[in-house]
């Protein structure tokens, strides 16, 4: 068993207790209405426990969250993707100018330079 396995397991397996006690400790019906302008009789109104309104709203807050960290790194993801294709680009010039380098030394019949170690 790897350790990563081992700290997902150790993590895991209390959270999830956790989240099975709040659940049933929670199991009130509660009603979630969606109309603002008459909250004492609202048009569309739903009927759930409270465990499951408070859940879907931490799993509602996790995915809101975990896009708006996404959104605010577009700016160094684009900057990495730059700076990838330039890499590529001095890359191929580099090898460009060893073959080069290479076909004068040839022509010269000069011996290679020694490589650093």
């Keep these: 068993m790897t350790f990563r396995r081992f700290l997902s397991g150790l993590i895991g397996i209390p959270l999830a207790i956790v989240i099975v006690l709040f659940a049933v400790a929670n199991r009130q019906d509660v009603v979630v209405g969606f109309d603002p302008f008459a909250p004492e009789a609202p048009a569309l109104a739903v009927t759930l426990p409270l465990f499951a309104v408070i859940l879907a709203s931490l799993m509602a807050g996790v995915v809101v969250g975990g896009v708006a960290s996404w959104a605010g790194q577009r700016r160094w993801r684009k ?19 060893r073959r080069e380098a290479a076909a004068a030394r040839n022509a010269l019949a000069l011996p290679a330079p020694r490589q650093a170690a």
């Design 79 to 97: 900057e990495a993707k730059r700076r990838r294709a330039e890499t590529g680009r001095l890359e191929a010039e580099r090898e460009a100018a």
